[in-house]
């Protein structure tokens, strides 16, 4: 849909939503400064916590909040498209939400997204997380039309899930977003081969925010703020774990030039899965869709 600059944004969020917002606020200038028309920032801008009352102080009503108070008027003040990656959110019933934001260049908000799937795993060396006993999960994808380009929504997990990407991407997705607060374990491990793969698999630009480093509440994040083009290539990646800012050009019709090359969206088929068992062969469905 055109050509512009967009801005992934590396934080290091601690317990206090205050002195998280001087830093976010820090960092979306620089990132404005640079020319970026989309600014991008991680999973739980507003603050990583581990201690449950501690969260329960913390996260407000989205009224109350204080990043999307500061968003709305830092995005209105430097004319840019500003997405909060996520942030905890108090939700009228009494359950939190991992919620993104997406703030237009007047101020306004252009659209919010719930995380759909929770981090509930148990890795090596002990690590166990359990989202799902604090977070209540999103129940609906998101694409959003920006003019400068249509973005498709996932926050971390979610990138585990190929089905939510692409569904975003028949939708008309050309930019795939995903701030993460990635561990530095699973990090490691799968951090760029997941966003590459999506790129690749989907024809998309792929911008993903991160936390990176030791937090207050004592876990470890694993940085490398990546931009990725829809070929899979890394056009800037933050390359490390400390707080920063990474700025590219981002050039739309790359979406479906790919996406022209390799058809594979068009291409998919509905199909049927046999299992066979020692008792009856049993059939599943598959979705091209």
Known sequence: MGIFKAAAIQMRSG??????????????????????????TPEMT??????????AL????????????AAR?????????????STGILRDDGKI????????????LAARYDKIHMFDVDLDNGESWRESATYEPGAEALVAD???AKLGFAICYDMRFPQLFRAEALAGAEVL???AAFTRQTGQAHWHILLRARAIENGAFVIAAAQGGQHEDGRETFGHSLIIDPWGRILAEADHDEPGVIVVEIDTALSGEARKKIPNLRNARD??????????????RGAAS
């Open 146 to 148: 920006i003019g400068l």
């Open 46 to 55: 507003g603050a990583i916590i581990r201690d449950k009352q501690d969260r």
């Open 15 to 40: 317990r206090q939503p205050g002195r998280n917002v001087v830093d976010f606020e820090a960092l979306v200038r620089e990132a404005a400064g640079k020319g970026a028309a989309y600014v991008q």
């Open 58 to 69: 913390a996260f407000k009503p989205e009224k109350d909040d204080a990043i999307v108070a």
């Open 177 to 179: 977003t995903a701030p």
């Open 73 to 85: 008027k830092l995005s209105a003040e430097l004319g840019i498209f500003l997405h909060i990656g």
């Open 97 to 108: 939400a991992n919620r993104a934001f997406l703030f237009a260049p007047d101020g306004s």
């Open 271 to 284: 199909f049927g899965v046999a299992s066979v068992t020692a008792e009856q062969p049993v059939t599943l």
